[in-house]
């Protein structure tokens, strides 16, 4: 193979300068800009960052091209063996699996920090009915920042570890009370004795007349899930964490607006709408249809679960997940007539043109809706349990953030609004 260069060079005019390369661990390339400004006074264009690399990380590797997702360089299928969320999470934010005393350390620290405090609980008293809980969440992490000790990019290490422990177990408190307050049921409180995905089921489902027990095929789904969410380097909710915290704000209302970017139906919100689309298609019982109608540029439906930015082959998280998918129905002996529908859809869309030749394959979000339904998750909460899931990963962001004396973002742009009009 050729020996890359070290620098680009641009010619603009009668000008040329030369731009240093700059290389990834696994052999990708970038062209360094920072000095394109200062150097030509001009900045680049390039609308959704299609071609953008906005910081240098340590975190996730991904290869769109071949379905690779590794964690801190661990394979996503090895850790899907670990079986372990909270193994992973504490593998996103500290850079290495931990020991068992590390895995110790982190469980009691989360244990510790699971409950929610009395006076926030009332706040869930005032949400109108009906409300999403997304919009309820990103709100009630806000206020943390009001009832914790804040921290940002000046506070000690120690503090940062324990309002990183805060928000990833407080939120799953928060997620199961808006839930509760939801369907009229009495709060349960988290147990020391239950592990942080059994926890959170139990919170979910236990009532006084009903008492829930966890079964250990769910609580391993969901520990899989929530792996196969923690983390996908600088996607839209990654970046708005990365961004807004860039202005030194609070790491609650960073993670806030992380949650806020999240709900919308491109991105986290994607599982729901799946499970509308799936059950609209069942309904009319024609799938050509309706991918017909996701071809059609004047026709806004697009089909959900499927495309994704980086990925240009099959995801791999919706490779785990779809198997597991079929096996948990299975153990549970659930018939879900929607997983035939998703069935059908993948196989017409794999074999349609269209969706060939864009490189269009089911994502992530494609069978979760289907998992959740199985195990009782209600669809507007699918988005919630998303957001649970990527804690660890806009945590471990931020830190890295902060640690790289990240200044502001400021993106450029190129003004086309009118020439100078004065009025006087
Ligand atoms: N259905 C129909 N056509 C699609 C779809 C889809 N789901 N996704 C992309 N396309 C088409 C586009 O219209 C475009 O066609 P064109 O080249 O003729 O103009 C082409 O494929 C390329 O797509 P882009 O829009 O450039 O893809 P982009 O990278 O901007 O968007 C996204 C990615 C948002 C995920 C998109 O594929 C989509 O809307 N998918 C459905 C929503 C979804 O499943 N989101 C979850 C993403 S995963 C996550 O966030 C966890």
Wanted: a neutral charge.
């Amino acid at each position: 193979m050729n020996k890359m260069p070290e620098f680009a060079i641009l010619k603009v005019g009668d000008k040329e300068i030369q731009l240093p390369l700059v290389r990834g661990t696994e052999g990708d390339y970038a062209i360094d800009i920072a000095r394109l400004r200062a150097e030509t006074g001009m900045v680049t264009l390039d609308p959704s960052f299609m071609n953008t690399a906005s910081c240098y990380s340590t975190i996730t590797y991904i290869d769109g091209d071949n379905g690779i997702l590794r964690y801190r360089g661990i394979p996503i299928e090895d850790l899907v063996k670990l079986g372990s969320f909270t193994k992973v999470a504490y593998l996103l934010v500290n850079g290495k699996l931990p020991t068992p005393e590390q895995s110790r350390n982190f469980s009691h620290l989360l244990n510790i920090s699971s409950l929610l405090h009395e006076d926030m609980r009332h706040f869930f008293d005032h949400f109108p009915q009906g409300a999403h809980p997304m919009h309820i969440l990103s709100t009630m992490i806000n206020a943390l920042a009001a009832f914790y000790p804040n921290v940002d990019l000046q506070s000690l290490s120690e503090d940062i570890d324990s309002s990183t422990a805060r928000l990833i177990s407080i939120v799953r408190t928060m997620a199961a009370v808006a839930y509760k307050k939801s369907i009229g049921e009495p709060v349960v409180y988290p147990r020391c004795d239950l592990k942080y995905c059994g926890n959170f089921l139990n919170m979910m489902f236990d009532s006084p007349v009903r008492p829930y027990v966890v079964r250990p095929e769910i609580e391993r789904i969901l520990n899989i899930l929530f792996i196969l969410h923690a983390d996908h380097e600088q996607n839209c909710s990654t970046t708005a964490v990365r961004t807004v915290g860039s202005a030194q704000v609070n790491l609650y209302a960073t993670i806030s607006a992380g949650m806020s970017a999240l709900s919308g139906p491109l991105h986290g919100g994607a599982n729901q709408e799946v499970i509308k689309m799936l059950r609209l298609i069942e309904q009319d019982g024609n799938v050509d249809k309706f991918l017909k109608r996701a071809k059609d540029k004047n026709d806004p439906f697009r089909l959900m679960g499927f495309g994704h930015r980086v990925y240009k082959t099959y995801d791999p998280r919706a490779d785990i997940i779809k198997k597991e998918c079929h096996q948990l129905l299975e153990t549970l002996e659930i018939r879900d007539s929607l997983l035939d529908v998703a069935s059908e859809v993948e196989k017409a869309a794999l074999n349609d043109e269209y969706f060939i030749e864009r490189n269009l394959y089911p994502n992530v979000d494609f069978y979760t809706g289907i998992i959740y339904r199985a195990i009782g998750i209600p669809e507007d909460m699918f988005t919630v349990m998303f957001a649970l899931a990527r804690l660890p990963g806009w945590i471990a962001h931020w830190k890295e953030m902060i640690g790289h004396n990240t200044r502001i973002v400021r993106p450029r742009q190129v003004y086309i609004g009118k020439p100078r009009t004065p009025i006087f």
